[in-house]
Antibody, heavy 124, light 113 residues
Framework: QLQLQESGPGLVKPSETLSLTCSVSGDSISSSNHNWGWIRQPPGKGLEWIGSIHYSGSTYYNPSFRSRVTISVDTSKNQLYLKLPSVTAADMAIYYC????????????????WGQGALVAVSS | DIVMTQSPDSLAVSLGERATINCKSS????????????LAWYQQKPGQPPKLLIYSASTRESGVPDRFSGSGSGTDFTLTISNLQAEDVAVYHC?????????FGQGTRLEIK
């Protein structure tokens, strides 16, 4: 059974870099043609897609984040990563990693598998 | 970006009754080459991640009760929950995946009357 688990610091200082890891079990990132994505949800608000990655390295980013965010993958560890530098209070959110339901979407994904989410606060 | 607007923001429905949630996109989500609407619905219960209910506007994800149904095409879509159960209390989100960036509606909170 596919499982995703986000991990990382729960508190980041303003202007520092938010770094999260998503550990995948029950499926191999390198043998899956699915894209793996990051989505965030500020407390009490809606969902916002950050970007997605394929194990080949192809990435798809939300232009709202493109200049800031880096999504990467380590197939040997079966993990994907999110780095968001220069955070502000507006970046406080629950960050989810997820796997899309279909393949060959070129980033136009809907997500069938989600991690439980990691709450990241931004405060000095 | 395609803007997704849900209505209402919240609603309260009696047990056993029908709940209807609407979602409107700022442009058509119908992909002409395969005649599919690139619209999904999710259910999110408190403290949990979203759960995919419906994709392609009307196809239920495996394991989703048939009380949940999706309809609509183009720019106007509806999620209908028949015979409302207590466990259906949640926030429901629509999402378009017609174009990047994929975008979500603001969510609709469903409660029991």
């Amino acid at each position: 059974q596919l499982q995703l688990q986000e991990s990382g610091p729960g508190l980041v200082k303003p202007s520092e870099t938010l770094s999260l890891t998503c550990s995948v079990s029950g499926d191999s990132i390198s043998s899956s043609n699915h894209n793996w994505g990051w989505i965030r949800q500020p407390p009490g608000k809606g969902l916002e897609w950050i970007g997605s990655i394929h194990y080949s390295g192809s990435t798809y980013y939300n232009p709202s984040f493109r200049s800031r965010v880096t999504i990467s993958v380590d197939t040997s560890k079966n993990q994907l990563y999110l780095k968001l530098p220069s955070v502000t209070a507006a970046d406080m959110a629950i960050y989810y990693c997820a796997r899309e339901r279909e393949v060959h979407t070129y980033g136009r994904s809907h997500f069938a598998y989600w991690g439980q989410g990691a709450l990241v606060a931004v405060s000095s | 970006d395609i803007v997704m607007t849900q209505s209402p923001d919240s609603l309260a429905v009696s047990l056993g009754e029908r709940a209807t949630i609407n979602c409107k996109s700022s442009q058509s989500l119908l992909y002409s080459s395969n005649n599919r609407d690139y619209l999904a619905w999710y259910q999110q219960k408190p403290g949990q991640p979203p759960k995919l209910l419906i994709y392609s506007a009307s196809t239920r994800e495996s394991g989703v009760p048939d009380r949940f149904s999706g309809s609509g095409s183009g720019t106007d879509f509806t999620l209908t929950i028949s015979n409302l159960q207590a466990e259906d209390v949640a926030v429901y989100h629509c999402q378009q995946y017609f174009s990047i960036p994929v975008t979500f509606g603001q969510g609709t909170r469903l409660e029991i009357k």
